[in-house]
Nanobody
Framework: QVQLVESGGRLVQAGASLRLSCAAS????????MGWFRQAPGKEREFVAA????????YYADSVKGRFTISRDNAKNTVYLQMYSLKPEDTAVYYCAGRISRQPVGARLGSRGDEYHYWGQGTQVTVSS
């Protein structure tokens, strides 16, 4: 069992940078593939980024590619989402999620919410124009 707690969300202006953190408790975090998802008001949850258990494989939604970076520190049981050049359309509640997997991530693996077993409570990111 893994518990996930996100932090770092806040109100920022367009063009700003922000780093979200997701701290995991429980055993075997290093065996978990991790992902970030987001949900804007009135919209469905959407995939943002995924990272394999080793950190050697990453995958991003087209909307954030080149602006966001997902990473992990297994020694700290933490996964990060570094966000640059934020836009108002990035405004959403951001959730981290985990699943037991030692496979690489990509378009066919790790980008669907139903693949993940564990979810955090979310952190709000608001980008003003």
């Amino acid at each position: 069992q893994v518990q996930l707690v996100e932090s770092g969300g806040r109100l920022v202006q367009a063009g700003a940078s922000l780093r979200l953190s997701c701290a995991a408790s429980g055993r075997a975090f290093s065996s978990y593939a991790m992902g970030w998802f987001r949900q804007a008001p009135g919209k469905e949850r959407e995939f943002v980024a995924a990272l394999s258990w080793s950190g050697g494989s990453v995958y991003y939604a087209d909307s954030v590619k080149g602006r966001f970076t997902i990473s992990r520190d297994n020694a700290k049981n933490t996964v990060y989402l570094q966000m640059y050049s934020l836009k108002p359309e990035d405004t959403a509640v951001y959730y981290c999620a985990g699943r037991i997997s030692r496979q690489p991530v990509g378009a066919r693996l790790g980008s669907r919410g139903d693949e993940y077993h564990y979810w955090g409570q979310g952190t709000q990111v608001t980008v003003s124009s």
